[in-house]
């Protein structure tokens, strides 16, 4: 069993930064794939980010290339989600995500455990 905690959403203005963390207890957190998601009122769950067990390897949406960068500290147990320029159709709640291989993976159901949730809102 792994329980993932999402931290640091806010409301922020377009173009401003935030940085979601996500702090993970349960497993062995390094040998863990993880990944964000995010799912916006209305909308599907979408994929964000992920990232591989050594960290070596980093996958990104389209929509977040350039702006975002997905990091983990495996000594903290935790992953983090840089946001950068953000806009407000990044506005959705974020969810951390980990599963029980390695690899980094753009796929949602392939993800075992889930967060709750926090959320980011950007104003126009």
């Known amino acids: 069993q792994v329980q993932l905690v999402e931290s640091g959403g806010g409301l922020v203005q377009a173009g401003g930064s935030l940085r979601l963390s996500c702090a993970a207890s349960g497993r062995t957190f390094s040998s863990s794939g993880l990944g964000w998601f995010r799912q916006a009122p209305g909308k599907e769950r979408e994929f964000v980010a992920s990232i591989s067990a050594s960290g070596a390897i980093a996958k990104y949406a389209d929509s977040v290339k350039g702006r975002f960068t997905i990091s983990r500290d495996n000594t903290l147990n935790t992953l983090y989600l840089q946001m950068n320029s953000l806009k407000p159709e990044d506005t959705a709640v974020y969810y951390c995500?980990?599963?029980?291989?390695?690899?980094?993976?753009?796929?949602?159901?392939?993800?075992?455990?889930w967060g709750q949730g926090t959320q980011v809102t950007v104003s126009s």
């Open positions: 995500a980990a599963r029980d291989l390695r690899v980094a993976t753009m796929t949602m159901n392939s993800f075992d455990y």
